[in-house]
């Protein structure tokens, strides 16, 4: 584990079209000229979240350090759902990938198009395992609680299993 000296926190999402794949694909395209990715936790998969009679999804936690605003990476991530196919119809519909900000240093960004630290994080297993995995002691700037102490007290009863 590495300590959260560059605590940019990414949440990949897949279940759709081999999700392994999907999220291998998108480290792939992540790693671009302005982003590299410092550390990743392991593959978890879950039940789906929201709409619950779809395949079950892949996630996935990475740390990444990049020059980027929150808002270009927003644009970057984006984009990258664009490419491999992200169809944007019905809120938590099935999906070949997602890419959520989860946190970006320090920062509390409160706009129409992003909000960080992501807003629903500290609800769900699914975020808050592989992301304590990886920064158990990183600090919600909002909650002030580490991600450890925010997976303790997740009232998120839906099962959560390591996959790699």
């Known amino acids: 584990m590495i300590s959260a000296k560059f605590p940019i926190y990414l949440l990949l999402g897949s279940n759709q079209d081999d999700p392994l794949y999907q999220l291998s694909m998108a480290k792939v395209l992540l790693e671009g000229v302005n982003l590299s990715i410092i550390n990743s936790s392991s593959i978890y998969e879950s039940q789906a979240w929201g709409i619950q009679d779809q395949e079950n ?17 927003l644009d970057y991530c984006i ?24 946190y970006y240093k320090e920062s509390i960004i409160n706009l129409n198009h992003l909000q960080v630290p992501h807003t629903e994080l500290q609800n769900r297993k699914f ?20 991600n450890k102490e925010l997976l303790d007290i997740c009232k998120d009863d839906s099962w959560v299993k390591k996959v790699t």
Do not use: Y
């Open 79 to 102: 984009d990258i759902e664009n490419r491999m196919g992200r169809k944007r119809e019905i809120k938590w519909q099935s999906r070949c990938i997602d890419i959520d900000i989860l």
């Open 127 to 146: 975020t808050l395992v592989p992301l304590s995995e990886l920064a158990p002691s990183f600090s919600h700037p909002k909650l002030n609680m580490s």
């Open 57 to 73: 999804f892949f996630n996935q936690v990475l740390q990444v350090k990049t020059g980027l605003s929150a808002e270009d990476l």
